[in-house]
């Protein structure tokens, strides 16, 4: 069966004006065409059931763009959405009506800044926003704004924590919220969690609220500076969490741990902690238990005592032997320490958190220790 003679035409006729990106209302079966001159209209005349005819159309354009009677093949979704598409197909992909080709074009390393106005106008998606915003080249430049409000105003209808922190942190890009806004987003993050892990995640040294500085020890700051200028982690990483920013970094994940809804939002403050301390381990998530990495943190104090850069200033300030040992704590927690206490994955909400309470009070403690106490 082939399409209707008009439509047969029409498209021919969209087709020879060169459009920019074509997409199919299937409930209205409508076909739109983007041109540079604004927007063409194809109202399909089926001759057989409209899916059935959406799908001939799709074909009937595969054919003519591509060469391929067969439409888009869809199968090949798991390697697309990879980015594999080839750069000089992505122009032809958007002309398939077809969403999953719109994917592999968002998806893809070859995206410019045009060819993301035609994939949004093709397909206005939360998933594909994101998508470009994790794009250097989209981000920074004239649809990075289009897409940072659009996941703004979406935000309300999220429901899972992945994509709200992930589109939380992706917005808080430079440039793309203006002052008002990014202190409006704050402002509600003070009540979901999801939200804080976003700003965390988007820079641990420019979150929008500056606690009060904690000096470090006077009896040995002046050697933590000397040696943290010889580029030594430890007395950097000290010096760093005492300033007024590490600070509020601390406190906020601090408020994360204390209420978190789900178990995407612990192991996502997990990850905070190890990308925050990370400089001070090699190698990947030590996948320990907490008591593991408990005495893995002594053991490292005793040696670091006697041969280290830092083993002066260790050995002149006790207190600093524990904010050591605390940070080395909270540079290995990961899903080793969830598992014992949280075997099951599906547990959220109170039973979550009385379950992971043996394993996030004591990181709580440490927490606040290098905070000097403060709540």
Not at 293 to 305: I, K, N
């Amino acid at each position: 069966m082939e399409l209707s003679s008009e439509d047969t035409f029409r498209l021919n006729v969209l087709l020879a004006n060169q459009p920019q990106a074509i997409r199919i209302d299937e409930g209205k079966l409508i076909l739109y065409g983007l041109g540079p001159r604004g927007e063409a209209t194809v109202r399909l005349t089926p001759n057989t059931r409209p899916d059935t005819y959406v799908r001939m159309v799709r074909e009937w354009l595969s054919s003519r763009v591509l060469g391929s009677p067969g439409g888009y093949p869809v199968y090949l979704s798991r390697w697309t959405r990879m980015g594999q598409a080839r750069a000089e197909r992505l122009e032809q992909l958007l002309l398939l009506g077809e969403p999953e080709a719109v994917v592999a074009v968002v998806c893809a390393p070859g995206l410019t800044d045009a060819l993301a106005r035609s994939a949004w106008w093709a397909m206005e998606d939360a998933e594909n926003a994101r998508r470009m915003l994790g794009n250097p080249i989209i981000a920074n430049g004239t649809m990075g704004q289009v897409l940072a409000a659009y996941l703004l105003d979406y935000l309300p209808f999220e429901t899972e924590a992945v994509p709200i922190m992930e589109s939380v942190r992706l917005i808080l890009q430079p440039g793309l919220l203006d002052a008002p806004a990014r202190a409006e987003l704050w402002r509600k993050a003070a009540r979901k969690q999801t939200y804080l892990v976003g700003f965390l995640r988007a820079g641990a040294d420019a979150l929008p609220e500056t606690e009060p500085e904690r000096a470090p020890d006077p009896a040995v700051a002046d050697s933590l500076r000397s040696v943290a200028v010889s580029g030594d982690p430890w007395a950097g990483l000290i010096l760093r969490i005492c300033s007024g920013p590490g600070q509020t970094w601390l406190k906020t994940l601090a408020a994360v741990l204390a209420k978190p809804p789900n178990q995407d939002v612990v192991t996502a403050a997990f990850d905070c902690l190890r990308a925050y301390f990370g400089a001070l381990r090699e190698g990947p998530d030590p996948d320990a238990v907490f008591t593991e990495l408990v005495a893995e943190a002594e053991r490292f104090v005793a040696a670091a005592q006697h041969d280290s850069p830092i083993a002066a200033c260790l050995r002149q300030s006790p207190s600093l032997a524990a904010e050591v040992a605390a940070m080395h704590v909270l540079s290995g927690v990961g899903l080793g320490v969830m598992r014992p206490v949280l075997p099951d994955p599906t547990t959220q909400g109170t039973l979550m958190q009385r379950r992971l309470a043996p394993v996030v009070d004591p990181l709580m403690e440490r927490i606040r220790l290098l905070r000097g106490g403060r709540q």
